[in-house]
């Protein structure tokens, strides 16, 4: 028990410092965090009424982003992956931070979905033997049931690998290696069930196709290993764990093909839907072309189009791909806020349109909303800058249970001069 409450202790004491540039990165997502906590008393005060949700369009930004958020969250598998499973010496090392991003893109998405519910203290209604759980009748319960799974999976998973590596002991492997294929396997399901959710809505002809789920891991295998590049380029330039430039092109490489996959899903797609021109095709017809002078989401479609593709070729250059400090973490960080902003702008708002009325609806957030959306991701990026800086000190051996155990006398004058 004292060397558990001791890695505690230590590891969240080394969470906490750093420089001015990590003070101020802390400070800028704490303003969100305090802007946000505003807003969140106004709409459990005040109720749903307060975001722009309307009959019309029932799915708000906080489902939008919490779908964007299972991509990177279950990416981070494409780090854990190449180290244990194809046993690149690289990579050993970086698979538990891989497991660490999951554990924060996955607690980012279930506040948004807290957000979402409106009444969060009914959420108790949904546990087992206290509430009516509706399993396995409701598609909820599943995505509840792979959320749930996976964040515990990724927390014993990390947190025991650093236990073991403070105390100094060896990792259980018959106990940690099956943990981590687990894991590994259950990751794409939250995207398959996910799919599934939207699918099953049975009115929504934009959703309704065998090849959203494909389109998800491809946005996935895009987006996930997108931030984790920008991530690691951070670490290896601001702390002393090494990360070689093999990991890097390795990522680099799968967004490439991510990208392309996920083209060629979209082209499929498209074709698909606009040769017989049926009605199936409103809302796609709706986001590309706009509606009787609704034309609020075609600026995003053809821009996101345009920069995926865009996206696509520069990667496809090996000196771009080679520009880590420069050229290689902007294309990244255009990849990832262009899949971000394609969830709302175009999975999700044209979607209700055409409503079973025929009526065309523009979606349009409100101020609460916003704040509120970006306290869940500036609570995200918190947990998770502050994770990966005491797991940084566990990496690097900053951090271990024997430089906090005091030295005997006779161990003091053994090692003495």
């Not at 396997?185 to 398959?192: E, K, S, T």
């Not at 996959?261 to 095709?281: D, K, Q, R």
């Not at 520069?314 to 262009?338: H, Q």
Request: glycine share 6%.
């Amino acid at each position: 028990m004292q060397k558990l409450v001791s890695f505690v202790i230590d590891f969240w004491s080394y969470a906490f410092k750093g420089g001015p540039k990590y003070y101020s990165w802390l400070l800028f997502l704490s303003v969100f965090i305090l802007v946000g906590l505003y807003t969140t008393y106004l709409q459990l005060t005040e109720g749903l009424i307060l975001i722009g949700a309307t009959d019309q369009i029932t799915w708000e930004l906080y489902i939008s982003n919490f779908i964007f958020t299972a991509h990177v969250a279950a990416a981070a598998v494409l780090v854990v992956i190449p180290a244990y499973m194809y046993k690149r010496k690289d990579m050993k090392d970086l698979a538990v931070l891989g497991e660490i991003i999951a554990l924060g893109f996955v607690t980012t998405g279930m506040v948004l979905v807290v957000y979402h519910v409106g009444r969060p203290d009914r959420l108790w209604h949904m546990i087992p033997s206290l509430g009516y759980f509706n399993f396995p009748n409701s598609m909820l319960t599943f995505d509840v049931v792979v959320l749930t799974v996976y964040m515990i999976l990724n927390l014993i998973a990390a947190y025991y690998l650093f236990y073991k590596r403070y105390v100094g002991e060896p990792l259980n492997k018959i106990f940690y290696t099956p943990l981590i294929y687990v894991a590994v396997a259950w990751g794409p399901l939250i995207h398959i069930i996910t799919a599934a959710v939207l699918s099953s809505n049975a009115r929504m002809h934009a959703w309704s196709t065998a090849v959203l789920p494909f389109a998800f891991l491809s946005m996935a295998g895009a987006s996930g290993p997108a931030v984790i590049i920008i991530i690691f380029l951070i670490i290896r330039k601001y702390t002393k764990l090494q990360i070689a430039d093999s990991v890097i092109d390795l990522l680099s490489q799968i967004i490439l093909w991510s990208l392309g996959i996920l083209m060629l899903v979209f082209a499929a797609e498209f074709f698909t839907a606009l040769y017989p021109s049926t009605e199936h095709a409103a809302s796609l017809k709706y986001s590309m072309f706009g509606h009787n002078g609704l034309n609020a989401y075609v600026p995003w479609f053809w821009s996101i189009m345009i920069l995926i593709a865009g996206s696509f070729i520069a990667l496809l250059n090996p000196k771009i791909r080679k520009s880590y400090d420069r050229f290689l973490p902007a294309v990244c960080a255009v990849i990832f806020l262009v899949i971000l902003l394609e969830k709302p702008y175009f999975l999700v708002f044209p979607a209700f349109s055409p409503s079973p009325l025929g009526e065309y609806t523009v979606y349009y957030p409100t101020f609460v909303e916003v704040s509120n959306v970006l306290f869940c991701w500036a609570y995200g990026f918190l947990v998770l800058t502050l994770t990966l800086k005491g797991a940084i000190g566990i990496l690097t051996g900053e951090v271990t249970y024997t430089n906090r155990v005091p030295v005997s006398k006779e161990a003091a004058y053994a090692i003495s001069p």
